[in-house]
């Protein structure tokens, strides 16, 4: 028996891993692996929720996932990591419980209210977009996973997960925990252009992009919007260059960059490069290990097929319960 608390969380892959989902996501589930018992999955299915007319570039971004994933100090010793279409019992588990869950409760979910409207250059009307809740339940309780680490914008789907778990306990008898959302810290730092960082607004430092964009781009970050001019002291509390310091300098550059930016002894250019080195220090080894990942796609392949065949087993058991539980199981 493992008496760590079982955790699980998903991410969709829709493109490369950026500073923001390192410093969000993803720096939690590192800091879990030791505490928990962990499931971490790429959550295949769910891109075609939204990406099901152009499928192109789904396979590509599920293995640099796995890549970036292991690359950042997931491991694969310590927790489970596997794709979602690896586990077709998700599916079953999916479609039994859509039999279950009130068209009503997806339909005034927030997030499906919100990308209805954001997303307005796709076609979302379909079953599978509504349903995106309903497969987000299967993923989690068919691990019966206590805990779900998770943004602020997931804790109504958990919220779903719950209520679809307690619904399918009354009516078919005590199988799932309900599952409780650990919420994510927000990153500090912000997108090049001050927005939150995000691959839509095309204001994103990845984690595999090479020195030279990693320079590029710190050029091009906003820093306090006030500091028009070289000789106008600046705002270091407001700059989100000095969140990055905060994240990537030494103590001694830090201060030093706090102080001659309010006095201003030092140019935005200058105060950059100084925090540019500090960001590349923290990329190399994971550069590193992208390479060596890279060179190695065998390996990869293996630790996900691994991965996948633990979780399938855990799946394959409770589907088992499932069946005995909605007598259908001859
Ligand atoms: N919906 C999640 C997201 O977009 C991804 C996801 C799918 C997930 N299934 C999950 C997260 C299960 C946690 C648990 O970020
Ligand atoms: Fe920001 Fe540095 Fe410029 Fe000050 S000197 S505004 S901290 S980039």
């Known amino acids: 028996m493992n008496a760590k608390k079982r955790i699980l969380s998903g991410m969709r892959p829709t493109g490369p891993l950026h500073l923001g989902n390192f410093h969000g996501a993803l720096a939690n589930w590192i800091a879990m692996q030791d505490e928990f018992e962990c499931f971490f999955f790429i959550a295949d299915w769910h891109a075609l929720t939204s990406d099901y007319e152009d499928t192109s570039s789904i396979a590509g971004y599920v293995e640099q996932m796995v890549i970036d994933w292991l690359s950042v100090g997931l491991s694969p010793e310590k927790c489970t990591l596997f794709v979602q279409s690896k586990v077709p019992e998700h599916a079953e588990l999916y479609l039994l419980l859509s039999m279950i869950t009130p068209v009503p409760w997806l339909e005034r979910n927030p997030t499906y209210k919100d990308q209805m409207v954001q997303l307005k250059n796709k076609d979302l009307s379909t079953f599978g977009f509504l349903g995106y809740p309903v497969l987000q339940a299967a993923d989690i309780i068919i ?87 070289r000789n106008d002291p600046g705002d270091p509390e407001i700059c989100n260059v000095f969140s990055f310091h905060k994240m990537y300098s030494d103590k001694q550059v830090i201060e030093n960059c706090a102080r001659q930016c309010q006095s201003a002894e030092i140019g935005c250019v200058e105060c950059k490069q100084l925090m540019c080195e500090g960001l590349l220090r923290t990329l190399e080894p994971i550069h590193a290990k992208q390479q060596y990942y890279r060179q190695n796609p065998e390996l990869v392949k293996q630790i996900i097929e691994q991965g996948s065949s633990k979780a399938r087993k855990v799946a394959r058991q409770t589907m088992d319960q499932v069946r005995r539980a909605i007598r259908i199981d001859y």
């Open 143 to 229: 691990y019966k996973a206590r805990g779900v680490p998770v943004g602020i914008d997931q804790v109504p789907h958990v919220e779903i997960t719950r209520e679809i778990a307690r619904r399918f306990n009354n009516l078919y008898g005590e199988v799932f925990p309900e599952p409780e959302a650990i919420l994510t810290e927000t990153p500090k730092i912000l997108g090049l252009d001050r927005r939150k960082m995000s691959k839509s607004y095309h204001n994103a430092i990845y984690l595999a992009d090479s020195p030279p964009d990693v320079r590029r781009k710190v050029m091009q970050m906003i820093t306090d919007p006030q500091r028009k001019r």
